[in-house]
């Protein structure tokens, strides 16, 4: 069984910055799809970014291009996954929920994630 740990997350003042990471363990995901969401209070979660990892390929939601980064740990036994988060704006208030796929067919979409990580809090104060 695969599980995903959030870390990171915390109060920022706008402007700011934060990193996330997303440890995985119980299988290797060296050949799998990883990505992060985030969900608002009273809005629906949203894809953020993603990375697959043989490929290194990344993909970004228009609303975080230019300020955020994802990246993987180049030690691929480590097994984790990054958001480098700056300029943080208010907006970008949210739970941000690591996610895994071994068969991602479209990284923008929840829906093809199998696993999923708790969640970690990120505020932006004004």
């Known amino acids: 069984q695969v599980q995903l740990v959030e870390s990171g997350g915390g109060p920022v003042q706008a402007g700011g910055s934060l990193r996330l990471s997303c440890a995985a363990s119980?299988?290797?995901?060296?050949?799998?799809?990883m990505g992060w969401f985030r969900q608002a209070p009273g809005k629906e979660r949203e894809f953020v970014s993603a990375?697959?990892?043989?490929?290194?390929?990344?993909?970004?939601a228009d609303s975080v291009k230019g300020r955020f980064t994802i990246s993987k740990d180049n030690d691929n036994a480590k097994n984790t996954v990054y958001l480098q988060m700056n300029s943080l704006k208010p907006e970008d208030t949210a739970v941000y929920y690591c996610?895994?796929?071994?068969?991602?067919?479209?990284?923008?979409?929840?829906?093809?994630?199998?696993?999923w990580g708790q969640g970690t809090q990120v505020t932006v104060s004004s």
């Open positions: 996610a895994g796929s071994s068969r991602l067919l479209i990284p923008t979409m929840s829906m093809y994630y199998y696993y």
């Open positions: 119980g299988r290797t995901v060296s050949n799998w799809g």
């Open positions: 990375i697959r990892w043989s490929t290194s390929d990344t993909y970004y």
